[in-house]
């Protein structure tokens, strides 16, 4: 069976991935994860975007211009009930992150439209939640989102989703620039897994099945979503986590679920 255009592998080494809006045939979500050994130092510019660099393990520091952010980052595992720390970066700057020991980053992209400031953003101030019930139960971390006016166009958040449970579910899509039915965001899963031998599954597809697509995720994959409806599920002795990138024309997060499946989330009638 040939593997689904919008699963990207990770790669063994440095980099794990680098999307870019070009290879993914989309307009704003760029996405590159890095892994660091201690003392290696990786050097980009932002340019043109804005840049949301969330550490997913280790400690890093991070120098922006002439400013050093030190410490960022507490975690040895996603997994851990713990936030994690990140930094946003406007356009127009020269960033170095340098890694105190084995470290995990993501750097999150979109466009940078002007007037924005760096800022540390600490786990500790990220608001933490839990969605769904039962066997939909899910954990929430929210990076960057809506309601934070640091960025532009970034959209940030994590979730953490125990074996046996489903994700993103009902199957929910925001890809109509509607608001404030819906808005069009495009959107990277990065996915990890607990123990990291296991395997997730996540479907894209839309109304009309003119997209519609069935991915096997592995530790470190990222599954692209450019339109449609996205669920995951996680099976039996497999937690599994996700850092969501989202980035559109605007910056609110509305969706619309499956009207095939919006019927579980109905207060079920007293007896």
């Known amino acids: 069976m040939p593997q689904s255009p919008l699963l990207v592998k990770a790669a063994a080494g440095r980099q794990i991935c680098d999307i870019t809006p070009e290879s993914a045939g989309w307009r704003h979500v760029g996405f590159r994860a890095l892994r660091l050994e201690a003392g290696e130092s990786e050097s980009l510019e932002t340019g043109t975007r804005e840049l949301c660099l969330v550490v997913l393990t280790g400690t890093v520091d991070v120098q922006v211009g002439g400013t050093t952010h030190a410490g960022l980052g507490s975690r040895e595992s996603v997994f851990e009930e713990k936030s994690p720390d990140a930094l946003y970066v406007p356009g127009g700057e020269t960033v170095v992150i340098t890694a105190r020991g084995a470290a995990e980053v993501a750097l999150c992209t979109a466009p940078y439209d002007g007037g924005k400031s760096v800022r540390r953003i600490d786990g500790s101030s990220m608001r933490r939640s839990v969605r769904g019930q039962g066997s939909n139960t899910r954990y929430v971390c929210d ?118 499946h919006e019927w579980m989330l109905q207060t079920p009638p007293k007896p």
């Open 143 to 260: 990076v960057l989102m809506a309601d934070d006016p640091t960025a532009d166009h970034l959209l940030v958040t994590e979730v953490i989703t125990p074996g046996g449970h489903s994700s993103s579910y009902p199957p929910h899509k925001h890809d109509r620039d509607m608001p404030p039915e819906e808005t069009l965001l495009e959107e990277t899963y990065y996915h990890r897994l607990n123990p990291p031998q296991g395997f997730a599954f996540q479907r894209v597809y839309t109304d009309d099945r003119s997209l519609d697509e069935a991915c096997v995720v592995e530790d470190h994959d990222v599954v692209m979503v450019p339109r449609g409806y996205h669920p995951c599920v996680a099976p039996h002795g497999y937690d599994l986590y996700y850092l969501n990138v989202m980035a559109g024309p605007g910056r609110a997060w509305h969706f619309r679920n499956d009207p095939a």
